[in-house]
């Protein structure tokens, strides 16, 4: 059986997380922060703590989660079966997922 902790989210409402998750971010927590901070400062050498949308597409790109180019039109025939043309994420879906985690 695993551990979970309760935590308390922003709205007030309490979360069930599981602790192995946890610390399994807890091990890396100094590695994930200095990567994040390379990411960062890349290009202005005092930035170690905001990234802008240009500097998370770099990241996404270099792990290999991204791609550059245009979206592929999806066939109208095949509008059911969205994840037949492509697997990675396009400029548009990186800018996205920027802006609403900011």
């Known amino acids: 059986m695993r551990n979970y902790r ?3 989210n922003p709205a007030g ?3 069930m997380q599981c602790a192995e998750n946890i610390a399994d971010i807890d ?18 050498a005092m930035n170690t703590s905001s990234m802008t949308s240009a ?5 996404l790109r270099e792990a290999e989660l991204a791609t550059t180019g245009i979206k592929p039109q999806t066939p109208k025939s095949n509008t059911n ?7 990675m994420l396009y400029p548009s879906d990186v800018d996205l997922i920027f802006i609403k985690a900011i």
């Open 55 to 59: 500097k998370f597409m770099k990241l």
């Open 13 to 15: 409402l309490v979360d």
């Open 27 to 44: 091990e890396h927590c100094e590695s994930l922060l200095s990567l994040f901070g390379s990411y960062c400062s890349f290009g202005d």
């Open 6 to 8: 309760l935590l308390t």
């Open 81 to 87: 079966n969205s994840n037949n043309y492509c697997d």
